[in-house]
Each structure stands twice: as C-alpha cells, then as structure tokens.
C-alpha cells in the first residue's frame, strides 16, 4: 500500500524564523510529489516535484525531492503569520489518472 | 474563470438519510476527483471520473457510495442511508485532461463540504 508521512505533525513558530518540513514516501511506480497548503478550506497548489535535486522556489517558500532517499522538504523562510496553514505532501504514481496519496500534514503556527 | 464549485458548504443529515454533493469543476478541466478529510487525518482518495465515466473507484465503500459525472451539470457524489462515521470533509478537485498523453497531476480543490450526521 502506498505510505506517505510527514514530520513534524504540527510545529510552533515565531514570526522571521526560518522552518523545514519533511514529507518521505513508499509507493509504487512514482511519478511525482506535490505540495499544498491548506487553511480552512480548499487546498491550494504549491509544487509539484518530478526530478530529484532540481530546487522548486517561489517567493519565501522552496522545496527540492530526493527520489534515491525517497523524501522531500519544504523550506519557509522568513515566516509570517500568514503562513500558518496545513502544509500538505501527496504522492503520484503511474496509474490510471491522476490519484495523489496524501500525507497527515504538518500543522504550522506562525505566532507574532 | 472560476474554481472549483462545490456545494453545499454545509450540510446536515440524520443517520439513514441521503446526502447529494454537488462539484462543478473548473471551466475546462474534464476529470473530477472526490476525496475525504475525516478529522485530524490527511485527504484519502475516493473516486477518479471523467465524463459519463468512472475512471478509478478503488477508494470508494463498497456499499452505500456513489459518484457520477454526466455529460451536462456537475459531478455528484451520494451517500444513501448515511451513518455517523460518514460525517467528515469532501473535496472534489479537478484537473486538465494533459497534453500529450502525460497526464496532468496538479489538482485545482474545491472548498469542501462539510457533512455532519446526526
């Protein structure tokens, strides 16, 4: 069964600092990891990640794979309060459209 | 051009009622995914359709479920006889159909609708 886990579960921070969060897989047939961040409702898009150690950046938020020890990170540096949210990882496979295997996510609180 | 409509927000049912969710996917996008978000857990993948079709329904009960996507209007996902375990967060989400055979991964979410058994 494909496993996707994310670490830390849930993480406290304070305004300016800088946080990795770490998201490894076992699945069948990869094909691509994703980012997504979720506040109260729809998760929205961040990354989509296919080629190990190619560096995805936008703004503050960055995040590289590792398709040989099967892990990704997502970096936020210069954290606001804005960014608390859900962080969530999902995985692809090379099967029949597009079905993603989500992650628990990782609760980030950014405080003033 | 407008997300990914899904509705109700909110919707309240009594254990052994029906619950119908309504997802209009984004103006293009012809493949429709359902997933569910139950409470302190991460989204799990239900039912894969395209149009007048169901692609990939391996995450779905196999009793009580149901989704279709018909040619006109939006998708629906039905729940008969729902139970309290039913009660959690559905996503629909959708995407383009790719281009070149590659499929395109990156799912556009609606806002969920949140059902509640009573």
């Known amino acids: 069964e494909d496993k996707v886990v994310q670490s830390p579960l849930s993480l406290v921070v304070h305004e300016g600092d800088t946080v990795t969060l770490n998201c490894s897989y076992e699945v069948t047939n990869f094909r691509s990891l994703l980012w997504y961040k979720q506040e109260k409702k729809a998760p929205t898009f961040l990354f989509m990640l296919t080629s190990s150690g190619i560096e995805k950046k936008s703004g503050r938020l960055s995040s590289i794979l590792d398709k040989k020890e099967l892990f990704s990170i997502l970096n936020i540096t210069a954290t606001q309060t804005g960014d608390s949210a859900v962080y969530l990882c999902?995985?692809?496979?090379?099967?029949?459209?597009?079905?993603?295997?989500f992650g628990e996510g990782t609760q980030l609180t950014v405080n003033p | 051009n407008a997300g990914v409509m899904q509705n109700p927000r909110h919707l309240v049912r009594r254990r052994g009622q029906e619950a119908r969710l309504r997802c209009s996917p984004m103006?293009?996008?012809?493949?429709v995914y359902w997933y569910r978000q139950l409470p302190e857990e991460g989204l799990k993948f239900m039912v894969y359709l395209q149009k007048e079709n169901i692609i990939d329904e391996s995450g779905m009960p196999k009793e009580r479920f149901s989704a279709e996507f018909p040619k006109e209007g939006p998708s629906i996902l039905r729940i008969q006889q729902v139970v309290r375990g039913d009660s959690a967060a559905y996503f629909c989400a959708s995407s383009l159909p790719g281009q070149a055979g590659v499929r395109d991964e990156k799912l556009f979410f609606g806002s969920g609708t949140q059902l509640s058994v009573l």
């Open positions: 999902a995985v692809g496979v090379e099967t029949s459209g597009s079905r993603l295997t």
């Open positions: 103006k293009g996008h012809s493949h």
